[in-house]
């Protein structure tokens, strides 16, 4: 029989979680974060930060913010059954991503997303101006909780 860890043995153990960037693998890790839930909510109840690239940032403002991860889920999906009803699906001119996740941020990070979010959620960025990568995890109002979620989606 294989050797296996106990959670007893995991639960004195920190851990960050990490999102990865990918539009594709974001319903992927929404079904994680409810396996996780489910089965071993101390694991994200006590991780110190919660991180996320691109998609994974949206992800993880969810999991930091305590959004049903099935609501988002079905924000998705919806998005993805409308977006198909057009000519090329998500690549037709008149399907816009980047309004839609704003919309969606907006409708769903509570009003104090800041709070949450601030010291916990990390999410990775790249600055323009030299191309520097940067880790925000700093928040003064849910509006930079959004903004922040929105540049690192650089989908237009």
């Given at each position: 029989?294989?050797?296996?860890?106990?959670?007893?043995?995991?639960?004195?153990?920190?851990?960050?979680?990490?999102?990865?960037?990918?539009?594709?693998?974001?319903?992927?890790?929404?079904?994680?974060?409810?396996?996780?839930?489910?089965?071993?909510?101390?694991?994200?109840?006590?991780?110190?930060?919660?991180l996320?690239?691109?998609?994974?940032?949206?992800?993880?403002?969810?999991?930091?913010c305590k959004i049903n991860p099935t609501t988002i889920r079905d924000e998705i999906i919806l998005f993805v059954k409308t977006a198909m009803a057009f000519p090329l699906g998500p690549l037709n001119p008149s399907v816009n991503?980047?309004?839609?996740?704003?919309?969606?941020?907006r409708k769903h990070l509570p009003s104090d997303a800041h709070h949450f979010a601030s010291g916990r959620l990390g999410v990775a960025v790249t600055r323009l101006s030299d191309g520097k990568h940067l880790i925000m995890s700093e928040f003064q109002s849910k509006e930079d909780v959004v903004e922040v979620s929105l540049c690192c989606n650089s989908v237009k």
């Open positions: 029989m294989p050797h296996s860890i106990s959670s007893s043995h995991l639960r004195g153990v920190p851990w960050d979680i990490s999102f990865s960037g990918s539009g594709f693998l974001a319903t992927y890790q929404l079904g994680a974060v409810l396996c996780f839930l489910k089965y071993t909510p101390w694991i994200l109840q006590s991780a110190p930060h919660i996320g690239a691109s998609a994974g940032s949206v992800v993880a403002a969810a999991v930091v991503v980047f309004q839609w996740l704003e919309c969606v941020l």
